[in-house]
């Protein structure tokens, strides 16, 4: 089972790689991934229902000298991929936006990687929506449509329930049945016909 070949010029910004079982990089496995940008130079994504162990939000604040308001809820940290460990991104919703610095990826999506967020968050005036990962995955030119191709990763359309209100053992299994795949069906082992 396979999606389509990407047609020519479509790219898949703000769009979910699934990965499927048997992929091979433990690093990835049953992995979902926000994709930030896609083009021809290569792409990057989050990967968006992997808690980053030992650390929280409150945590990172602390490290970063950060003061949050009492009231100010927290935002789950994730390990966002291999590129990178100590480098942060926030996804988060289209409803904040730092000039210059944040990334619209798609209606509804962006993405900021300054420390203006985590402040604007700290003190309540953050976005509607967030999550952290530290670190990213990336991809050279070509080498995403090659994995696709090869079976690595299934596609869906990027949902903000998904992204932000499931919890991260959900995601998986929600993001296939979002595009009517049911993850008990999925087998290691290909067939060749």
């Not at 808690?51 to 789950?76: H, M, Y």
């Not at 480098?87 to 904040?96: C, E, M, N, T």
């Not at 509607?128 to 030119?141: E, I, K, R, V």
Request: hydrophobic share 40%; glycine share 12%.
């Amino acid at each position: 089972m396979t999606d389509a070949p990407l047609p020519e010029g479509k790219f898949l910004d703000g769009h979910l790689l699934i990965a499927m079982p048997g992929m091979g990089d433990t690093r990835f496995e049953r992995s979902v991934i926000f994709l930030c940008a896609h083009s021809d130079e290569g792409a990057m994504g989050l990967i968006v229902n992997k808690p980053a162990p030992d650390l929280s939000f409150t945590d990172l604040l602390t490290q970063l000298k950060i003061e949050p308001r009492v009231d100010v809820k927290g935002i789950r940290v994730h390990f966002g991929g291999p590129v990178e460990h100590g480098r942060g991104f926030v996804l988060h919703s289209a409803d904040y936006s730092v000039e210059e610095s944040s990334l619209a990826v798609s209606p509804g999506f962006a993405m900021t990687a300054t420390v203006d967020i985590l402040q604007d968050i700290a003190r309540g005036a953050g976005p509607a929506q967030a999550l952290l990962a530290l670190g990213y995955a990336g991809w050279g030119p070509g080498q995403l449509e090659s994995e696709i191709q090869a079976n690595g990763w299934l596609t869906a359309p990027a949902d903000a329930d998904l992204v932000f209100g499931r919890s991260d053992p959900e995601k998986w299994g929600a993001a296939l049945r979002s595009i009517s795949i049911d993850p008990r069906l999925l087998s290691i082992e290909g067939g060749r016909a």
